[in-house]
């Protein structure tokens, strides 16, 4: 498990974060949150390309990579105030699958039993299997809820005959009992797949799937704020697992399946951020960023964000936790002395004392 850097490109790191070594302990010692980079798109059922999605999310940004980024919203610098550290990628060769994410299952367990908060950059969906295994593995089989934006449910029984790959993970999830049925919660979901049967095995075990149009229909926030009381329900954490294909491919184009009909940037950037502020977070993954299929970079953008959003949110959490008590919330106006509002609102307004000098 020696650090390889990127397996597809230069070594360099997310946002210039240091460098750490898993197979070397004191290289990150006391690391609140651990990159890792999963280089695998074997698991692809259509355009492969994901492989390089680690390289493209750790990149993409045209700010500098100075460790430092400070959540206009949020109030927090989460580069600053956190230990970040990138492991590199995990070497997955390519056709090699239950080595690849044996490998990867091991690298994020050791990442997570080491105390930080592993943050896994795809690669393609099959690896939210070895991903949420690693993290049970530390905080305890069948104790991690897990919350899942896609526009597919992943949880068809096998892919071309084989049991791994990017359509079966969360099936694999739930069968191991690493996560149990009754905790998995699935957002985005759309489309012309999985077929009736999957979905009787699904509602069998107990998941709950908010399809766009119930999405829509009743709106983000409160879909959101029912999930939340399941994943927290007799679970001691939550993992969550983005697919980029959650979003409409008119904003994320960049990937192997796309679904027409999806999150807007904005919703999936303001659900991660209010999972990462509101639930304890134990570790996440982005996946299914296809650089070959990207424009302009989009989908690349995004996926840096999605990332950075998450980040901001658990620097928040931690922050609100704390003796210092929360930084400014998000609905507050940004500038301050400019809060005052005409006919006033139903938010939250800053007092005189709760609010930290910005
Ligand atoms: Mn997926």
Known sequence: MTRIGNMYGPDATFLGVPAADLSDPDSWAGTDIMIIGAPFDG????????????QAIRFTDYLPHDGSRPHLALGVDPLAEMK???????????????????????????????????????????????????????????????????????????????????????????????????????????????????????????????EMAEIVARGLDECLTEAFAIALDDCDAVFVSVDVDVVDPGLAPGTGTPEPGGFSSRQLLDAVRRIAMELPVAGMDVVEVAPPYDHAEVTAYLAN??????????????????????????????????????????????????????
């Open 43 to 54: 698991g692809t059922s259509h355009r492969p390309g994901a492989r390089f999605g680690p």
């Open 84 to 210: 970040i550290a990138d492991a590199g990628d995990v070497e997955m060769p390519a056709g090699q699958t239950e080595l690849s994410l044996r490998r990867l299952e091991d690298a994020v367990h050791r990442a997570a039993a080491g105390g930080a908060v592993p943050v896994i950059l795809g690669g393609d969906h099959t690896i939210a299997l070895p991903d949420a295994t690693g993290v049970a593995r530390h905080v305890g089989w069948g104790r991690i809820s897990v919350i899942h934006f896609d526009a597919h449910a992943d949880t068809g029984d096998t892919h071309f005959g084989s049991l791994y790959g990017h359509g079966t993970p969360m099936r694999r999830l739930i069968e191991s009992g690493a996560v149990r049925g009754d905790r998995f919660l699935q957002l985005g979901l759309r489309g012309y797949w999985p077929e009736p049967p999957t979905l009787d095995w699904m509602a069998a075990r107990g998941m709950r799937s908010y």
């Open 305 to 358: 964000r999605v990332v950075l959003e998450a980040l901001s949110g658990i620097a928040w959490r931690r922050r609100a936790t704390s003796k210092d008590g929360p930084p400014r919330r998000p609905e507050w106006p940004l500038l301050r002395g400019r809060d005052a509002r005409a006919g006033g609102g139903d938010i939250d307004e800053p007092q005189a004392g709760n609010r930290p000098d910005l």
